[in-house]
């Protein structure tokens, strides 16, 4: 690596920031920490290293003379690429990396990466214990919750790296090249970051960048923009569908997933097989079974995995059950397409609890998939107004602002008749109230469980 003796600045101070400047002092780097909120801690935030190393941190303003003596620039995904001061480290020319970018460089063996607006983690998750039950050295990183860094410098020739990739970590990649990828979906997410639908889909698309003619690149052929995109890329493209047969891909066939190859017709499994519900997450499946196919895995192995496979938490999980009422954690529906998947799968009379931080989306064709299952939507958190006013121009006027996430419970569980679910999918991001969605969802489940 070409980091020894550098100066790097690590910008963000939280996990991922953690990891990457652990990381770089491992490698004989000189790591110096950065948060641009003026109030952070600096002292909590060296005691969140691994204490192996001595390093500076500076918050609010980064003082000319560090950044004059910089060499490179590691940014957190957080850390948006327009900020004036992010702008100013690429006039001065210093490379500016992401955590990814990073952990690649330091990192060996292959790599199997999964980006799109929804269905991420489930598919990480699935493709990770197919890897894991199949190979030796597999780890699972990136936005499922371990940071790629704090793992890179365990890998070996023979590891298998299973990442989750969100799009703002792709904004900064340079040499990340994955042996297979896949692109689950695009919908509209993350304006307030990516400003443009069409900027927000180049991002996702450069997961491909630097892949090559050898390598697979898995994609959904029900997505226009998806299936389009098929037809220009380096990697070969492999399809998935969950509602039409492929010439070659794989698809659901009525219960049945299918894979075709150029030779063969593989029988995968029988959906009923399986412990995932919905149509979104036999597309994950699908999704996932490529990917492990195509990097090697025999396909008997991969039977086995995904029949033991369950839900990941914060994803349509079910809590538990109160005066015949059942309760579903889906913190994780942080648009209004996720949240949408949410509804879908409820199959009873459903008390929605929604709302958060706006990252200014539309809640328009949210609202319209309630199908007649909504008995009352339960508001909380920035957006309430926004989500009430979009509902009651729709026609839908059951609506119950509440100020915070206990409050919302509580209502719910006043208001639900036995037969009833309470389902909290809020279609929004839980910063404001909540540091992410899994202490949302943490939350929920301990709010529910004292009632």
Known sequence: MELQGKKVLVFGSGKSGIGAADLLAAVGAC?????GNADTDKEAVVHKT??????????????AEVQASLDIVVLSPGVPTDLPLVQSFYEQGLPVWGEVELAYRAGKGEVLAITGTNGKTTTTALLGKIMQDARESVFVVGNIGTPYTSKALEMREDSVTVAEISSFQLETIEKFAPKVSAILNITEDHLNRHHTMEEYIRVKELITKNQGPSDICVLNYEDEVLREFGRHITPEAVYFSSVRTLEKGIYLDGDKIVLRTKADEIPVVRTGELKLLGQHNFENVMA??????????PMESI?????????VEHR???????????????????????AIKGIQA???????????YDKESSYDEWIQSFDGKVRYLVLIGQTKEKIKEAAERLGFTDIILCGDLEEAVKVCAAKA???????????????????NYEQRGDMFKEYVRKL
């Open 31 to 35: 790591p110096v920490i950065y948060d």
């Open 50 to 63: 691994n204490g192996t190393y001595d390093t500076e941190v500076y918050a609010g303003e980064l003082p």
């Open 288 to 297: 996932a079974v490529a990917m492990a196919y195509y990097a090697g895995v």
């Open 303 to 311: 039977r086995a995995s995904i029949c033991a496979f369950t839900a």
């Open 316 to 338: 349509i999980e079910y809590v538990t059950e109160k005066n015949g009422v059942a309760y579903y954690n889906d913190s994780k529906g942080t648009n209004p397409d996720a």
């Open 346 to 356: 409820m199959n009873r009379p459903t008390l929605l609890i929604g709302g958060g």
């Open 417 to 435: 008749e036995p037969g009833d679910a309470v389902l909290l999918s809020p279609a929004c991001a839980s910063w404001g109230q909540f540091d």
